[in-house]
């Protein structure tokens, strides 16, 4: 493939490093603002890990050139994720709030497990990051969130502080923030007298760079229109 990664932090550069070792052509920019004429060219597709404000030149970029684009950056407002929808109706679009094969897994076991448990168990979901995160809950946290509520709808609060007595119909999000955490994630469905744990741990940050990498082999075959992560692994439902 030949494959602009626009973001050159941590995690381009590793999309970056796992790319040249798979033999593939790469061009890499800091975002696509200050580096157009970097990225010129003919390319199968654009790998997204920048910063959110970088969405209207990504989108843009893409548009103009016809590039598939596989978008990994999260902490989207509901105005920016408009942009992604409106390049989706020109290009293959991909996005999720993670690439992990694992968490894409996950994802359905979660939705799963509240369609039986929900009304009976109650719902817990934490995550973990490293201190430079900038975004709370991680985009993982709010897909995991959304699994287990998208036939619940119950009221979701963030954190609890006080005398906050657990109300019925809830779902909380913890969010902690330290030291070199790469990513964990949980899901606790507690019951009375027995509690199923659904635990993801990310030990380094190629895992996300080989699941966009999939999800970008995936998409330059789709036609135009928005996927996910799960129309990777399990096929797009009609």
């Not at 052509?25 to 890990?49: C, M």
């Not at 016809?66 to 989706?88: C, H, K, M, R």
């Not at 690439?99 to 979901?125: C, K, N, P, Q, T």
Request: proline share 2%; aromatic share 8%.
């Amino acid at each position: 493939m030949n494959v602009l990664v626009v973001g050159n932090g941590q995690m381009g550069t590793v999309v970056y490093k796992e790319l040249i070792e798979r033999g593939d052509s790469v061009t890499i920019v800091p975002d696509l603002k200050r580096a157009t004429e970097a990225a010129t060219g003919q390319f199968d597709v654009l790998i997204d890990f920048s910063h959110p404000e970088g969405i209207e030149s990504i989108v843009t970029f893409s548009k103009a050139n016809q590039v598939p684009a596989v978008i990994a950056t999260t902490g989207y407002t509901d105005a920016q994720f408009e942009w992604i929808n409106s390049l989706s109706q020109e290009v293959p679009v991909l996005y999720s709030g993670n690439y992990s094969l694992g968490i894409i897994l996950m994802e359905r076991l979660v939705r799963e497990a509240a369609h039986v448990l929900g009304s009976d168990f109650d719902i817990e979901i934490i995550e973990k990051h490293h201190h430079h995160k900038i975004d709370a809950p991680s985009g993982t946290a709010k897909m995991l969130l959304h699994a287990a509520n998208e036939q619940l709808d119950y009221q979701v609060i963030y954190g609890r502080e006080g005398i906050c007595k657990r109300n019925e119909k809830e779902i909380a999000v913890h969010t902690i923030r330290g030291g070199s955490i790469v990513g964990e994630h949980e899901v606790l469905f507690a019951g009375a007298d027995e509690i199923l744990s659904i635990k993801h741990e990310a030990l380094s940050k190629a895992i996300f760079a080989k699941g966009a990498i999939k999800g970008a082999q995936w998409l330059s075959d789709q036609a135009v229109g928005l996927y996910n992560m799960e129309d990777v692994l399990f096929g797009k439902k009609d």
